[in-house]
């Protein structure tokens, strides 16, 4: 029975394959092995995803799978949690499963528990001890979590210090730095320039930061101006 359900998933999963799309994942994703994608188009995924929570037995025997073949898989559980989940605690705990076998950018920025936005305390102490942690995509996760959930109303100026206090080698960890830095310059401007001033960012962020944030039609061109200014 068991066995059924996670071979119906992943047949379901193939059916919506598209070849051109999967040739173009992998190309966009190198840190994974292209026979490890369908090639699923991330609105059908997501339309099957709202199907599937909606079978209770199957969903959570899919959830208890870890780790999981392909990388739709994990899309999916990513989706499925936030659709589920009710439990800030739970949603935590889930998390805290999952986060360790997430090896790529994609499926990472993916992951997007609204239940965060409704229990901030909660999500911001998970988020700082993701910050800790020595896996990339970990990092990865939280630095969008906040940028996705934090950037607004419930934004406090520790965040931009816990993001900005990061130092990494990890590629995909210093982009989501840069890319969290140039929407704070869009949302949290006087905060976010303050960064940049101070030169608290190692170059590369830095200039990576400012480069995002130029491109952004969102500020002003005043604005970008002084940030090209600032550029190290």
Same mark, same amino acid.
């Given at each position: 029975? $068991? $066995? %059924?359900?996670? +071979?119906?998933i992943e047949r379901d999963l193939h059916s919506m394959a598209d070849e051109g799309y999967r040739a173009f994942q992998a190309k966009l994703i190198p840190t994974i092995a292209a026979d490890r994608i369908? =090639?699923?188009?991330?609105?059908q995924l997501?339309? !099957? /995803?709202? $199907?599937?929570?909606?079978?209770? /037995? *199957?969903s959570e025997r899919f959830l208890a799978e870890l780790p999981h073949r392909y !990388? &739709? &898989? !994990? %899309?999916?559980? +990513? $989706?499925?949690? /936030?659709?589920?989940?009710?439990?800030? =605690?739970?949603?935590? *705990? &889930?998390l805290d499963r999952l986060l360790p076998y997430v090896d790529n950018w994609a499926t990472c920025d993916m992951i997007s528990p609204r239940l965060f936005a409704r229990h901030p305390a909660q999500a911001g102490e998970a988020i700082v001890r993701w910050l800790r942690s020595d896996h990339t995509y970990t990092v990865r996760f939280a #630095? #969008? /979590?906040?940028? =996705?959930?934090?950037?607004?109303?419930r934004f406090r100026a520790e965040h931009l210090d816990w993001v900005c206090s990061l130092r990494s080698d990890e590629y995909y960890v210093r982009m989501a730095v840069a890319w969290y830095v140039s929407v704070a310059l869009v949302k949290?401007?006087?905060?976010?320039i303050g960064v940049l001033r101070r030169g608290s960012l190692d170059p590369w962020v830095h200039n990576k930061a400012i480069q995002k944030a130029v491109e952004s039609f969102r500020i002003s061109d005043d604005r970008k101006a002084l940030l090209r200014s600032l550029r190290r």
């Open positions: 029975m $068991e $066995e %059924n359900v996670i +071979g119906r369908i =090639g699923v188009r991330t609105p997501r339309r !099957y /995803a709202r $199907e599937l929570s909606r079978d209770d /037995a *199957a !990388y &739709e &898989e !994990y %899309n999916l559980h +990513g $989706e499925l949690l /936030a659709r589920r989940t009710k439990d800030i =605690g739970r949603l935590i *705990a &889930e #630095v #969008v /979590a906040l940028l =996705g959930f934090f950037l607004d109303d949290q401007w006087d905060a976010a």
